[in-house]
């Protein structure tokens, strides 16, 4: 585990060039394990969406549940993936391709890259493994997004993700939530 302190009641984040548009989540941290509720708003590639979420993650920063709600163009949309152990459901209905995965990544937020940062030990140089159960934006779509984070220094990590061609470096704050994430979000908050 890494030093990062206690988090924020709540902090918020400017979605810039992928996307425009704003994200707040509020977070309760306590001795059985993390909640956050948070909502994004924005506008990418002009298609605008909503998405707000419920998030619930054990103490050791795995996620248990995610409710997610959603609306844009594709209609009204709400999901919800529960872990049991190491295998997950998506809407009550098991999903073996999933089995194994630690967080939730939602495609719709900035803050949800703090899961792994804050779970993993990292090695130094050491790039480790950090698949998610990642969840689209537009249509709440579930599927397996394969990343990695490297450990660069006390608060920046290189983020790598092969299947969108894309790495960027994100800076983290005290509480282990990005601060600067290039090309996605920057926190205001």
């Not at 163009?73 to 995965?101: C, Q």
């Not at 803050?111 to 940062?117: L, R």
């Not at 804050?118 to 537009?138: D, K, M, N, S």
């Not at 709440?140 to 969108?164: I, K, S």
């Amino acid at each position: 585990m890494h030093s990062f302190g206690r988090l924020p009641h709540a902090a918020a984040w400017r979605h810039e060039e992928s996307k425009d548009g704003f994200e707040v989540a509020f977070f309760a941290q306590g001795e059985d394990g993390i909640r956050i509720a948070g909502e994004t708003a924005a506008v990418e590639e002009g298609e605008p969406f909503w998405v707000g979420y419920e998030l619930e993650l054990d103490p050791r920063w795995r996620t248990c549940r995610a409710r997610v709600l959603g609306r844009s163009s594709r209609g009204a949309h709400e999901t919800v993936v529960t872990r049991d152990g190491e295998r997950w459901l998506v809407d009550g209905v098991r999903a073996p391709h999933l089995d194994g995965i630690d967080d939730v990544d939602l495609e719709a937020s900035a803050m949800t890259n703090a899961f792994p940062v804050r779970r993993i030990v990292f090695e130094p140089g050491v790039p480790a493994a950090a698949p998610a159960v990642y969840i689209r934006a537009l249509d709440l779509g579930v599927e397996r997004l394969d990343q990695t984070y490297e450990r660069l220094g006390d608060r920046r990590f290189a983020y790598d993700c092969r299947r969108f061609d894309f790495s960027c470096e994100i800076d983290y704050d005290d509480a282990g939530l990005a601060t600067t994430y290039p090309e996605i979000a920057r926190r205001v908050l």
